[in-house]
């Protein structure tokens, strides 16, 4: 038989996390539309898996690799598709043609290839401006230049603006909101037609705390997958649902005196009798091997914490105060029963991380 791990993905949860974000944004008289974000193989979820657990509900989707709009398409995806990185290269303009996606421009030499692109049909697209992030997107600096090339391009159909905000899952985030906003309609002052266009600048963090932002389009990324993007404020509090849980079994049991140590380095040492449960999870599963011992972690039901350092394919956990456990009793890792969340602040790292360092050799079990 396989080892006993395994993702259970349920779709479900995706779509009711999904109609939230889309709800949040609407909240008032809004009719913002929601991008589902879909990157990174849908944050570890499977791109097709989670395409399908939304299809007959999203507005779109949202990656990066065109390979993945094109897996889509051939899957039957009809909702526009946005390339969140744009294009690279003139030659993925056909392409992106051939199978009706939409672009993210952020950068002045994707207009130029544009201008000179010779394609069968029209490209809409989403024009990046940088409004402090300092990562992707246009300066004001550039925006006469900007504003020659889309009036000189034939490839160019519908326009939609975007941003993306720094610090809206932080301490800070009202005050810097606030000021990229005020940089963004500061861009955007003297150039009339943009006032007419589309807007899309909320993130997750921002479609949650910020409804001011929601606009035209919002993007939901890792609230779709049921994780918080916020340090101060669980999933659950906001109506999330975990998609992922990753699950395994107890391989072996073993029974160590006081001073016995535990795993690579006896980081662990015993200062009681301890039953150490061994379990088919490790770094090779997409676990984080900088997870410390003390990480809580699910067995047989009951909340215990890992011993010592995680190894490539297993990890250690006490089962002292846990009798009725003992080999191939069911463990959680992380999901339905053990937030993401909590077991990535245990391991001084984010949810987003857990889900997308998911190996491809755990298989993927949708529910």
Known sequence: MPRPIAARIDGGAL???YLLARNQARRGEGRARAWAVVKANAYGHGLLRAARAVADVADGFALLDLEEA???????????????????????????????????????????MLRRASLPVRLPI?????????????????????RRELAASPAVSAVTLMTHFAEADGDGGEACITWQLER?????????????????????????????????WVRPGIMLYGGSPFADQDAASLGLKPVMT???????????????????????????PTRVGVVACGYADGYPRHAPGGTPIVVAGQATTTLGRVSMDMLACDLT?????????PVILWGDGLAADVVAAAAGTISYELFCALARRVPGVEV
């Not at 409004?131 to 006469?144: F, W, Y």
């Open 15 to 17: 779509r009711h996390n």
């Open 70 to 112: 094109v897996r889509l398409r051939d899957a039957g995806i009809r909702q526009p598709i946005l390339l969140l990185e744009g294009f690279f290269e003139a030659a993925d303009l056909a392409v992106c043609a051939a199978h009706d996606l939409t672009l993210v421009v952020h950068r002045l030499e994707q207009l130029q």
């Open 126 to 146: 989403f024009l990046k401006l940088n409004s402090g992030m300092n990562r992707l997107g246009l300066t004001a600096a550039e925006l006469p230049a900007v």
């Open 184 to 216: 963004f309609a500061g861009m955007l002052a003297d150039w009339p037609e943009a006032a007419t266009w589309p807007v899309s600048l909320a993130n997750s963090a921002a479609i949650l705390r910020y409804p001011q932002t929601a606009r035209d």
């Open 246 to 272: 990753l699950h395994s079994r107890i391989l072996a049991v073993q029974e160590i005196a006081v001073g016995e140590r535990v795993g690579y380095g006896g980081t662990f040492v015993a200062r009681r």
């Open 321 to 329: 105060d846990l009798p009725a456990a003992g080999v191939d009793s």
